[in-house]
């Protein structure tokens, strides 16, 4: 898709002010940048791999032309330690990416190698723009007023803030919960699911777990198995990623569905993809499409889990209204039989972008009558 035209016929200046960046071409103007934003988090939020307080994100912003007042805008949001870019380089990659935009038609897909966050952002700016900068990627009934059922998200932490998480997201309504596990007393966190499960049957709440490679492979069977008492929907990356062969045994052996997450990220090679799939045969995997390279590189997931009979569902990575929109409207236009998705997230942070999403009746919805506040993308 090439809506910046060829630019190989004129003579150029390239002009960089404060990472704005734009090219003269006589009367024409074509004009890309970036902007970056640090979200901080309401309350610390703790998986395995340690206490999240702030997350960065970089937006890419595209414009047909300088003074056209539509733009498209894409979010690269990182998590250190699960994104295999490295932030630190970040800045560096976005220059190289702008002046690439604008200095010709198209970007190779050799630019985004190990860099599944970065191309998420080009593509969702890329769509955004081709749709008319409206932050409406995908016309369906989603951004029509429809929701998308959650899950309810519970982060690790004492026994006691987690028991109160669940407490809040049960009265709110939610039929699904997320519960983060692998980091606390394993006794600990047996007593917290057993405390639902007095209360509340299979029948009446879907519990899904999410270990964050958190175990042994010598202890992850038998910690499934006990977890199995409890009517356990799934259990997502039991051990850390890139053990297939040991997470195939799992598999094999879990007395609990086993779901794919990190496990997909970075295995960018279709045929790695189909290696992969084939060996660990698991029962669902987890789509994140900034981990996995956008919404191009999550289809063939799906077409892949399709083919095998795997089943699947979305997930955000913690990315802000930006990112979180351009997934939501994704996810609403696939027939995904899975019900509830992993989309709750956006309002975990203090300074979200301000936009139509809203969490009511425990679904994510779009809200047309409210708008999107955007004041940090200048003119």
Not at 241 to 259: F, L, N
């Amino acid at each position: 898709m090439h809506f910046f035209g060829d630019a190989s016929f004129f003579n150029f200046e390239v002009y960089h002010f404060q990472h704005i960046y734009f090219i003269a071409v006589h009367s024409i103007i074509m004009y890309a940048r970036y902007t970056k934003h640090t979200l901080q988090f309401s309350r610390p939020s703790g998986t395995s791999r340690g206490v999240l307080k702030t997350k960065d994100s970089w937006y890419l912003i595209l414009k047909s032309s300088l003074d056209d007042i539509k733009y498209g805008i894409g979010e690269c949001s990182i998590i250190e330690g699960l994104n295999p870019e490295n932030s630190s380089e970040l800045d560096k990659k976005f220059d190289k990416l702008c002046q690439i935009i604008n200095e010709s038609d198209s970007v190779s897909n050799d630019f985004f190698s190990h860099h599944p966050s970065v191309r998420f952002a080009y593509e969702m700016a890329m769509r955004d723009l081709d749709t008319g900068g409206a932050k409406i990627l995908y016309d369906n009934n989603f951004v029509k007023g429809k929701g998308i059922p959650i899950n309810g998200l519970i982060w690790m932490g004492t026994k006691e803030y987690m028991i109160e998480q669940v407490s809040a997201k049960l009265d709110q309504g939610y039929q699904c919960l997320k519960l983060k596990v692998a980091a606390i007393d394993f006794g600990q966190e047996l007593d917290i699911l057993k405390s639902i499960r007095d209360t509340y049957s299979k029948d009446d709440l879907e519990i899904r777990l999410d270990a964050n490679g958190g175990w042994s492979p010598q202890d992850a069977v038998d910690k499934l198995n006990q977890l199995s008492e409890y009517s356990i929907h799934s259990i997502e990356q039991p051990i850390r990623q890139g053990q297939w062969e040991e997470m195939a045994k799992i598999v094999t052996q879990s007395q609990i569905p086993v779901a794919l997450d990190e496990e997909l990220i970075g295995v960018e090679n279709s045929e790695k993809r189909e290696e992969l799939l084939d060996l660990i045969s698991p029962d669902y995997i987890i789509l994140k499409p900034s981990l996995l390279g956008g919404f191009s590189a999550s289809d063939e997931w799906i077409q892949l889990a399709n083919d095998r009979n795997i089943k699947w569902w979305i997930t955000s990575a913690l990315e802000s209204n930006i990112g979180l929109n351009a997934i939501a409207q994704w996810t609403a236009s696939l027939d995904n039989t899975m019900y509830y998705q992993g989309l709750g997230t956006g309002q975990l942070f203090d300074n979200n972008i301000p936009s139509p999403l809203q969490i009511r009746d425990a679904h994510l919805q779009y809200v047309e009558a409210i708008d999107w506040q955007l004041d940090f993308i200048a003119p």
